[in-house]
């Protein structure tokens, strides 16, 4: 039987201890209903967002929100064995699902319990920093991609894969998102309150401009952006100012 849906989850904000509970039930279907949700086409825009990272064989990366570790598997697969990728999110179950992948996979990624918000690492610790379809549920954006920057040296890049608005197909955008989203929840992931909360967390979330504009905020410059999906998927990069 799945969870009443909060009413703040309709607006698109949850406390954080409830979003981090939200993510710690769906985990074990989490992989299965992004396949579904997207078509298989989110692992085509993670490697879009690990290029964009623009890191190399012996490099080190950082993804936060890491959730089951998909774009972190990506990143692995660029910086090659001699290299160091950890992945960090504050839900423990999503943690479980990546480190299970890890071990199945042998690829040896860290896996790390951290808030986006107060990461536990130096500054300059990575050469790029990425975030997948995660931010827009991190409670202070500007605080989050500051974090981000703050732990990539100069230079290096900082990237967010994100759903938005488009500006085209909304009536398309409508139907998906505010009924066959959240009927895909209740029937695949039977938790209508997470599914019904990511519609209305996407629509809140800063246009491509302006979330350009957010990461101008944070210390980043070079930002540019890319639209997938029609304009419903945003990739933003840049890099970190000397």
């Known amino acids: 039987?799945?969870?009443?849906?909060?009413?703040?989850?309709?607006?698109?904000?949850l406390p954080a201890p409830e979003v981090q509970a939200m993510f710690d039930r769906i985990a074990p279907r989490y992989d299965l209903l992004n396949r579904v949700m997207t078509a298989g086409l989110d692992r085509r825009w993670r490697e879009s967002a690990a290029a964009a990272a623009d890191i190399a064989a012996g490099e080190s990366a950082l993804d936060v929100c890491t959730?089951?570790?998909d774009l972190?598997?990506?990143?692995?697969?660029?910086?090659?064995?001699?290299?160091?990728?950890?992945?960090?999110?504050?839900?423990?179950?999503?943690?479980?699902q990546a480190r299970a992948k890890a071990a199945e996979r042998g690829v040896p990624i860290e896996f790390v319990h951290a808030d986006t918000l107060a990461l536990p690492f130096d500054n300059d610790s990575f050469d790029g920093v990425t975030v997948a379809f995660g931010i827009r549920n991190v409670s202070d954006l500007a605080g989050g991609i500051s974090e981000m920057a703050?732990?990539?040296r100069p230079g290096g890049r900082v990237?967010?894969?994100?759903?938005t608005t488009p500006r085209h197909l909304r009536r398309f955008y409508q139907l998906w998102f505010d009924r066959a989203v959240p009927l895909l929840g209740k029937l695949l992931g039977r938790d209508a309150?997470?599914?019904?909360?990511?519609?209305?967390?996407?629509?809140?979330?800063?246009?491509?401009?302006a979330l350009a504009a957010e990461m101008s905020q944070a210390g980043l410059e070079d930002i540019r952006w890319q639209l997938f999906a029609g304009g419903i998927v945003a990739l933003h990069y840049g890099r970190v100012r000397p």
């Not at 972190?72 to 479980?96: C, H, K, Q, S, W």
């Not at 599914?195 to 246009?207: H, I």
């Open 159 to 163: 990237v967010i894969l994100e759903i």
């Open 1 to 13: 039987m799945s969870d009443p849906v909060p009413s703040d989850a309709t607006a698109g904000r």
């Open 72 to 96: 972190a598997f990506a990143l692995a697969r660029r910086v090659t064995p001699a290299g160091r990728v950890v992945g960090a999110d504050f839900a423990e179950n999503m943690l479980e």
């Open 67 to 69: 959730g089951t570790g």
């Open 150 to 152: 703050r732990v990539v």
């Open 193 to 209: 309150a997470a599914y019904g909360y990511l519609p209305a967390s996407v629509k809140r979330f800063p246009e491509p401009p």
